[in-house]
């Protein structure tokens, strides 16, 4: 086994109708579905945030949904409530075949820090456990795909490629966000890191 598909947070929050819709996210369902079987392994993130998470704007006084505050890791953007854990938002997409999946991967969990990549808290240096998962099966190839693009997608794409694993994102199976210009900049950030873009 050398090559996995690694389905980013295809979540009912980030569909249409979620708490942190992201648009036409509902469409690339069919697409990640249509791709699993030419992969050895298939893993699944999950956002899963306990419901007091410092990302949630509704938790900060006065702070609006999207703007961004320093942390003691960096900049957060802070977000609405959202994939909070155990709820219906929280849920894969009906539509995702979770059947397929080896290995689902919860993130985000730590209430003082979020995480959008799959490989590691937002500190860039806590791991979530997934490297050495795909290491101990001899996995090298992985391609990426899901919500959100210029967030999630591209943060877990560019740590894969700086692990050493080779990293390509499948456009036409993501979609973004694009707040304030992020889907451009995540789109040079992926390539600068050495991410081949599909």
């Known amino acids: 086994m050398s090559c996995a598909l690694i389905v980013i947070d295809m979540q009912n929050d980030f569909c249409p109708g979620g708490a942190l819709a992201v648009a036409d996210g509902h469409a690339v369902v069919d697409p990640i579905n249509a791709m699993m079987g030419d992969f050895d392994a298939v893993i699944l993130t999950q956002d899963w945030h306990p419901a007091d998470h410092a990302s ?9 949904a999207f703007s961004t505050v320093q942390m003691p890791y960096g900049p957060q953007v802070l977000w609405p409530r959202h994939c909070v ?25 730590r209430a003082s820090i979020d995480s959008y990549s799959a490989f590691f808290e937002n500190d860039h240096r806590t ?8 290491h101990d099966r001899g996995i090298t190839d992985l391609t990426f795909a899901g919500l959100a693009l210029d967030f999630c997608v591209a943060w877990s794409a560019m740590d894969a490629a ?4 080779r990293a390509r994102v499948v456009e036409d199976a993501c979609r973004a966000i694009d707040l304030d210009g992020s889907l451009a900049a995540a789109r040079r950030a992926m390539a600068d890191a050495g991410v081949t873009l599909a």
């Not at 700086?162 to 694993?165: A, D, E, I």
């Open 56 to 64: 949630f704007a509704d938790d900060l006084e006065g702070a609006a």
């Open 85 to 109: 854990i155990g709820s219906q938002g929280a849920a894969f997409h009906p539509g995702l075949d979770v059947s397929a999946a080896d290995l689902v991967l919860r993130k985000g969990f």
């Open 127 to 134: 791991p979530t456990g997934l490297a050495g998962y795909l």
């Open 162 to 165: 700086r692990l050493g694993f």
